[in-house]
């Protein structure tokens, strides 16, 4: 790899907000490297995929403030009277549209976004060969994901409001568009299109088995890995039969696996590298000993050797039984004096090597697949595959046995008690359409308790920074 081309990548990535407040459009490199000429080799290609990875890792987006709010702004954490000051404003639902946190979501999303159409663009002048149709695949499933983030916390859910102002949907470079291009935002229904026609794109043109540059390996999106995504896009896009489709096909195909015992769980947990045998994670973004987010990442917010600040409401542990695995998870300890439900899920902040950024694991697809079978009518698939989890999880569980609504309420509580902290309750809830009620803590600020489905909080302001760029961008009602 040539110095000059590893220091551009890793200079996009750290300068993402410099430039997105220049325009949330420029990707032009502040090194000698040329954008048009940064992308001629197989070799260029994975090393501009690995610098889409490196800007998509970062706190601003799916390092922390991504599953923090995912979690914080429904029912499953909060924040300790005894903290630094982070996240306050999402805690109590005090977010306007300077807000910092949905601001970087927003511009560090783009410009992931901004890479990801570089890499596709460049990389379909490349000859066609498994090597260049993987990391293209990557690249489109990437751009699937992130418009999905998007989607989800700056529009309407599609389940609500398919015609609403969703995000704008830029697909070409900007030196090929022109920087000065001012797009307006697209419908959520005409995000969600995009959304599947990269995901369909990706899994089209990756191959099955690993290549010389990504191995198959949790740290790399693989074929199966764009499926799993789709599951999620179309499960919030209350399509339900296409959501089956798509599990389904990680189900059989992926080879993936659940942790079969105590002991495996907990190693894997523990565990800060990559899985390279498909054990439970499908995607995860890399945080190695060389390269990882320091005091700024998700397991600092929760480790008392970090920041320490978020803890796990009471209502959330009692949901699990003693037996149930996952409550390991989660440790008595003291905050400020006071006992509170210390997260451990992700316990390698001390470490060198730091925990991964879990994006998708094989655990949500069985529970989306148990849910879009029990909306599909097929209650006994749906108990198959939904005990297929719950069982492992809790060994002295006997399954559930449940029919007709109560079914569905299994099904949403077994999905909250395996993707606590992984930042997915709070769609759950948008999705459904469901008031949020955030339980009270006794050491906690919950001055916000009840969020109405009319509450216009459920959506994030678009970001005046973005706005101040593109005049074309019209706010969320209430901002």
């Given at each position: 790899m ?6 551009y ?7 993402t ?14 090194t000698?490297?040329t ?5 001629k080799t ?16 970062a ?10 709010l ?23 639902y ?17 410009f ?7 890499i596709i ?5 490349l000859?066609a060969?498994?090597d ?25 859910p ?63 999106i693989?074929?199966?890995a764009?499926?799993?995504i ?12 296409n959501a ?6 990680v189900?059989?195909?992926?080879q ?6 105590a ?6 947990w ?66 400020g ?14 470490n ?11 655990a ?13 009518g ?44 992984e ?14 009620n ?10 916000y ?30 901002y």
């Amino acid at each position: 790899m040539k110095f000059n081309k590893l220091l551009y990548i890793l200079l996009a990535g750290t300068a993402t907000l410099t430039a997105c407040k220049k325009s949330f459009l420029d990707e032009q490199p502040s090194t000698s490297v040329t954008v048009t000429e940064s992308i001629k080799t197989t070799n260029d290609l994975a090393d501009a995929v690995n610098g889409m990875y490196n800007v998509m890792k970062a706190t601003t987006l799916f390092g922390r403030d991504i599953p923090v709010l995912g979690d914080l702004l429904a029912d499953n954490t909060y924040v300790n009277v005894t903290n630094s000051g982070r996240y306050l404003l999402e805690n109590n639902y005090q977010f306007i549209s300077t807000t910092t946190e949905p601001s970087n979501i927003y511009s560090r999303a783009y410009f992931s976004i901004l890479q990801a159409n570089r890499i596709i663009y460049e990389g379909k002048k490349l000859p066609a060969s498994d090597d260049n149709n993987q990391l293209i695949g990557e690249a489109y499933a990437s751009r699937g994901l992130l418009y999905l983030e998007l989607v989800n916390w700056f529009g309407a859910p599609y389940t609500v409001n398919p015609t609403a102002s969703g995000v704008p949907i830029v697909t070409t470079p900007s030196y090929v568009s022109g920087f000065s291009v001012k797009t307006p935002r697209a419908t959520v229904s005409a995000v969600y299109t995009q959304i599947v026609s990269d995901l369909d794109s990706a899994y089209a043109i990756m191959p099955t088995g690993g290549t010389s540059f990504h191995a198959i390996n949790s740290d790399y999106i693989a074929k199966y890995a764009a499926k799993a995504i789709e599951s999620r896009a179309y499960l919030y896009k209350g399509d339900y039969a296409n959501a089956l489709t798509a599990a389904k096909l990680v189900v059989d195909n992926g080879q993936y696996t659940l942790a079969q015992n105590a002991s495996a769980f907990t190693g894997f947990w523990a565990n800060p590298a990559a899985q390279t045998g498909k054990l439970e994670t499908i995607f995860e973004l890399n945080q190695n000993a060389s390269s990882n987010l320091g005091n700024t990442g998700l397991d600092a917010i929760f480790s008392q050797a970090g920041y320490g600040d978020i803890q796990a409401t009471d209502d959330l542990y009692s949901a699990y039984t003693a037996t149930d695995l996952r409550r390991t998870l989660m440790v008595s300890g003291l905050r400020g004096g006071q006992q509170a439900w210390i997260i451990n899920k992700f316990p390698n902040y001390s470490n060198t090597d730091k925990d991964e950024t879990k994006i998708i694991r094989y655990a949500e697809v069985l529970v989306t697949l148990a849910e879009s079978y029990a909306r599909t009518g097929d209650e006994a698939n749906a108990k198959i595959y939904l005990n297929q989890l719950a069982k492992v999880r809790d060994p002295s569980f006997a399954g559930y046995t449940s029919t007709g609504a109560q079914l569905i309420t299994d099904i949403l509580n077994e999905r909250r008690k395996e993707l606590a902290f992984e930042g997915l309750r709070f769609f759950d809830f948008t999705r459904l359409n469901l008031v949020i009620n955030r339980p009270k803590q006794a050491y906690g600020y919950v001055s916000y308790p009840t969020v109405s489905i009319s509450d216009y909080h459920r959506i994030l302001p678009i970001p005046q920074s973005a706005r101040d760029a593109n005049s074309a961008l019209t706010q969320n009602p209430g901002y």
